[in-house]
């Protein structure tokens, strides 16, 4: 009840929430409380959470921030979802989001804007802008975003909270609204490493109904809290330090890593050759991938339908698709598409794949010379609202340190590392080597 209090205190200003559910939160506190009374609980039991809206929740509306699934109910949870149910969640509600988890900023919402809980004339990043912004206005305990090339990373730097990308694989996917299969991977955003670690133990594990999930034993992730960062080695590629940073996020980061030394870790440089055509390489793979997974919203299977009268088929999908995409949806259907097209598909799809292979392998040398990597998140605090809308290329920079994470499938974490002058939180970023959270865990731990 303390919370629905607080949700009530923050949404008007926040706006972290399109949708909001009481009566279920009441309902599973009341089970939560009958679970702590059989000795049943658990460390997530009856605590408070959201969920970010591109996650299926049986009976609840899941739009991924879309006029398209505005009406869309789905008839299923998420694998993630369930296994939190299972633990005892108590879901608040469902969090905003760029659309279809398309974005930088959370402006791509068709249901209005996020606010920055720090700052409320700044975004709170994107996409998983919703939950980051909820974690930082306390108007949930954690959350769960996703991450397709930054959107847990980033607006858990720019709302100074804590966000955890898991490996591709570590958790389910079942359940997720695609974007771009090959990227997309769920994980906390929480207000501390330990919660993320105790989030993550209980979505993190095999899935038989979902082929990518990888079938490994999960670690014990509170035991990995404990390890510190003596004798770790720690890599810091030159690339990441790019002009065009704000010297206030070099500022912080540089010092965040000092502190890293001071505690012991090893720190070195390392290159990642291939990391300058990360942004390319995504918004090509990113793309594609989205122009067929989105190929299933047609106005017949789900959500919105617009058959103007004598309409026939192709008519009936072309009003509907116009109306119920935004402007950035749409812009990718269209990239993605031409990508794959006869004629274009080896220029570009298959030639930013081979790019793909290459900064793969830049990862996996430079994970024999060290044992995680740290780089900014971003290279700028959060903008302003409305800075960035008109400019999709200037937007899509803001992600160039997060991306080569998700082509890789590896591991990633943002940890609050400072302030800008203006008060705007700075994130500092982790990776390892694939399903070595624990080592992130370790590291954001000791420097917490
Ligand atoms: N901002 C990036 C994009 O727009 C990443 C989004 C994400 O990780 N879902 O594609």
């Keep these: 009840k303390a919370m629905l209090e607080r949700v009530a205190a923050t949404e008007e200003r926040v706006h972290a929430y399109i949708t909001l559910t009481p009566e279920l939160a009441l309902e599973q506190a009341a089970n939560a409380d009958k679970m702590r009374a059989q000795g049943q609980a658990g460390p997530l039991t009856g605590v408070p959470a959201g969920v970010k809206d591109v996650l299926c929740t049986r009976g609840v509306a899941t739009t991924c ?8 109910t789905p008839p299923y949870s998420a694998t993630l979802v369930r296994k939190l149910e299972a633990a005892g969640m108590v879901m608040l509600g469902k969090h905003n989001m760029d659309e279809f988890a398309m974005g930088s900023s959370t402006e791509n919402s068709a249901f209005g804007p996020t606010s920055n809980p720090w700052d409320l004339r700044a975004v709170p990043g ?14 949930c305990f954690y959350a769960i975003g996703t991450d397709t090339g930054g959107s847990i990373r980033q607006p858990a730097s720019h709302c100074g909270v804590v966000g955890l990308k898991p490996t591709y694989g570590r958790v389910s996917r079942l359940g997720l609204v695609a974007f771009a299969s090959s990227l997309d991977q769920a994980g906390p955003i929480t207000r501390s490493v330990a919660d993320a670690a105790t989030v993550l133990q ?19 992730y509170a035991a990995a809290l404990r390890r510190g960062v003596k004798g770790l080695r720690l890599g810091v590629p030159k690339e990441y330090f790019v002009a065009g940073m704000d010297p206030q996020v070099e500022d912080a980061v540089r010092a ?27 918004y090509i793979i990113a793309p594609a991938e989205c122009s067929s997974n989105l190929a299933r919203y047609d106005g017949v299977k789900y959500g919105l339908s617009i058959r103007p009268e004598g309409a026939d088929l192709l008519e009936m999908y072309t009003a509907t698709r116009s109306q119920g995409f935004g402007k950035e949806v749409i812009r990718r259907i269209m990239l993605g ?44 605090p959060a903008f302003d609202k409305g800075q960035m809308t008109d400019d999709p290329m200037q937007m899509y920079l803001s992600d160039i340190f ?44 000791a420097f917490q």
């Excluded at 209980?202 to 014990?220: F, K, L």
């Excluded at 598909?345 to 060290?370: C, H």
């Excluded at 990776?431 to 624990?438: K, Q």
Aim: hydrophobic share 45%.
């Design 65 to 72: 921030a879309s006029r398209m699934l505005q009406n869309f």
């Design 126 to 139: 994107g996409s998983s802008g919703g939950s980051a912004a909820s974690v930082a206005a306390r108007s």
């Design 202 to 220: 209980v979505i993190a594990g095999h899935d038989p109904a979902d082929s990518t999930s990888a079938p490994r034993p999960v670690p014990d």
């Design 256 to 282: 965040a890593i000092a502190t890293l030394e001071g505690l012991g870790a090893q720190v070195r440089p390392i290159s990642l050759p291939h990391a300058e055509y990360s942004l390319a390489v995504y």
């Design 337 to 380: 598409t031409y990508v794959l097209s006869a004629g274009y598909y080896d220029a570009y799809y298959n030639k930013a794949s081979q790019v793909r292979t290459l900064l793969i392998e830049d990862f996996a040398a430079a994970f024999k010379e060290v044992d995680a990597i740290v780089t900014p998140v971003a290279p700028t």
């Design 402 to 445: 997060t991306l080569s994470c998700n082509l890789a499938g590896l591991p990633g974490m943002s940890l609050p590392c400072g302030f800008a002058q203006s008060g705007r939180p700075i994130g500092l970023q982790l990776m390892a080597p694939h399903f070595a959270e624990e080592t992130l865990l370790a590291v954001g731990q």
